[in-house]
């Protein structure tokens, strides 16, 4: 069985750091794109970050550029999210996703494995 599990969340404060890890099981995801989502309370799931599958390009929403970065490892079959400034809104739970299918990096409808998420929360 193909599974997303992300690792990392917890609580920080303000302006502290975070780093969130994909693991997938069941399958090696070293040729897909992956992507990180995430979605607030009362909130649409929404872009965070996506990586192409060689790791060549990367893609930020505007509101977490400069202060996110993703990376990937596919010798360990791992992505990560590393957050720095964190800010009360990044407040939310983080999911990793494989993108499957054809559309923007940036949209949802291109992923087709997520992850069950892990919480971020930022006090502040």
């Not at 920080?12 to 992507?35: E, H, I, K, W, Y």
């Not at 996110?68 to 800010?87: C, E, F, G, H």
Request: net charge positive.
């Amino acid at each position: 069985q193909v599974q997303l599990v992300e690792s990392g969340g917890g609580l920080v404060q303000a302006g502290g750091s975070l780093r969130l890890s994909c693991a997938p099981s069941g399958r090696t995801f070293s040729s897909n794109d992956m992507g990180w989502f995430r979605q607030a309370p009362g909130k649409e799931r929404e872009f965070v970050a996506a990586i192409s599958r060689n790791g060549g390009s990367t893609y930020y929403a505007d509101s977490v550029k400069g202060r996110i970065t993703i990376s990937r490892d596919n010798a360990k079959n791992t992505v990560y999210l590393q957050m720095n400034s964190l800010k009360p809104e990044d407040t939310a739970v983080y999911y990793c996703a494989a993108r499957v299918n054809g559309g923007s990096y940036y949209s949802q409808r291109a992923y087709g494995y997520w992850g069950q998420g892990t919480q971020v929360t930022v006090s502040s």
